[in-house]
């Protein structure tokens, strides 16, 4: 693929040059140089829908928003990889400490870009996650915080992690889920939406990745 066409694909994956919190956005750095162009027009769309923004990340930092995801209302979580480091995590932990949100700061595990191909919320109190891709400690912080998990088996295609929860317990999500975990998710009261999505999928992307929320309706 080249240069010019892996960009305009990959212009569809808008979750990451933002992360909304109260108040307004927080415009990333993207982790590979090819999509740092995604800056300036992620900044000037915000400014065009009149959107305050909150901060820019600097430095070396780099921080994208598929690897930024709410628990709660007052707990988020950001998982560190090839695509997000320490110092990304912290500038954006400091805007949330000033609303007085709490961050999570995790380690992804070997080569995987963010956290919403492990982790994805969709319910108030309900998680999917990939048991595997997550640190032990933060599958016992959710159980602290009473989120429930259907954890995906070796069955699944781990792209139905992907998901896009539209209201509680609603999720889109793409083709590939095993009858164990569909079971899982029907004994939690999930009612869910299959989405072919096999072509994104090829640019490294799920609906998730494709979705950017500027307005959080509260749960």
């Known amino acids: ?3 010019a066409i892996w960009r305009a694909a990959s212009s569809l994956a808008t979750r990451d040059p933002l992360i909304m919190v109260k108040g307004g956005a927080i415009v990333c750095r993207m982790g590979t140089r090819v ?16 959107i305050s923004i909150l901060r820019t990340l600097k430095g070396s930092a780099l921080m994208e928003g598929g690897s930024f995801a ?7 979580v950001i998982g560190c990889g090839i695509r997000v480091n320490r110092d990304g995590a912290e500038q954006v932990g400091e805007v949330l400490k000033r609303r007085c949100v709490d961050l999570l700061i995790i380690d992804l595990f070997g080569y995987d870009l963010h956290i919403d191909g492990s982790f994805q919320m969709i319910g108030k109190d309900l998680a999917i996650v ?3 891709g997550l640190p032990h400690s933060f599958l016992q912080k959710l159980k602290e915080l009473k989120v429930r998990t259907v ?3 070796p069955a699944d295609d781990r792209w139905i992690i992907n998901s896009l929860a539209v209201a509680p ?8 889920a095993s009858n164990q975990t569909l079971d899982a998710l029907t004994k ?12 994104m999928q090829l640019n490294g992307g799920g609906i ?11 749960v």
């Open 1 to 3: 693929m080249s240069t």
């Open 35 to 50: 999509r740092r162009s995604k800056e300036l027009a992620i900044t000037r769309t915000l400014a065009r829908l009149g």
């Open 70 to 76: 709410w628990i709660n209302e007052r707990t988020a």
């Open 130 to 132: 990939d048991p595997f």
């Open 151 to 153: 954890e995906i088996t």
């Open 169 to 176: 317990g609603e999720p889109l999500m793409l083709e590939g």
């Open 188 to 199: 939690h009261g999930v009612n869910w939406t299959v989405i072919a999505y096999g072509k």
């Open 208 to 218: 998730h990745c494709s979705t950017t929320p500027l307005i959080r309706d509260p």
